[in-house]
């Protein structure tokens, strides 16, 4: 049975694509030996450098990984701050809290810095507004249970 011109095409198409890729892995083979001649050529005190960055790459990229558990959790973070701020008012009250913060900034490894404010009375029964400042901590576990969080720093302006 004779061949059509398209399937002779064809034919000669998949050769090409053959030949071609055997080359290319042949390329990639020589490419992997040449590193590798290179990097053993390289002195000790070179591979030492260059296992040390890989080290801290290595180290970064768990850190990032370990941040995504932690962050994320700044409204949370706000609720459990109100709790540390009323533990230090003179009148807790009388404390009237607005529903969102001044600003809550993640910092790293589970701490959040807190900024907000706070309506409460003094001593003589007038209501007024004081600015508040907390350094909270995020323990892990469950993120809405007291047990999970810690307040290293509170301010507040009164």
């Avoid at 399937?7 to 055997?22: D, E, F, P």
């Avoid at 080359?23 to 992997?32: A, R, V």
């Avoid at 290293?152 to 009164?158: D, G, H, K, P, T």
Wanted: one cysteine or more; hydrophobic letters at 40%; glycine letters at 6%.
């Amino acid at each position: 049975m004779a061949m059509t011109k398209k399937a002779k095409v064809w034919l000669v198409i998949g050769g090409v694509v053959c030949v071609l890729a055997v080359i290319g892995s042949i390329s990639k083979n020589n490419q992997e030996a040449a590193d590798k001649a290179a990097y053993d050529a390289l002195p000790q005190a070179t591979k030492d450098s260059l296992a040390a960055v890989e080290a801290k790459r290595d180290s970064i990229e768990k850190a990032k990984e370990r941040d995504k558990k932690v962050a994320g959790k700044e409204s949370t973070a706000y609720v459990m701050a109100k709790e540390y701020v009323l533990k230090n008012i003179k009148y807790p009250k009388t404390a009237d809290f607005p529903i969102t913060p001044i600003r809550v900034l993640y910092v790293e490894g589970g701490t959040y810095n807190v900024a907000g404010s706070v309506e409460c009375e003094n001593a003589f029964g007038v209501p007024s507004e004081h600015k508040w400042f907390a350094t909270m901590h995020y323990n892990g576990g469950d993120q809405f249970s007291d047990a999970s969080w810690s307040c290293s720093y509170v301010s507040i302006n009164e």
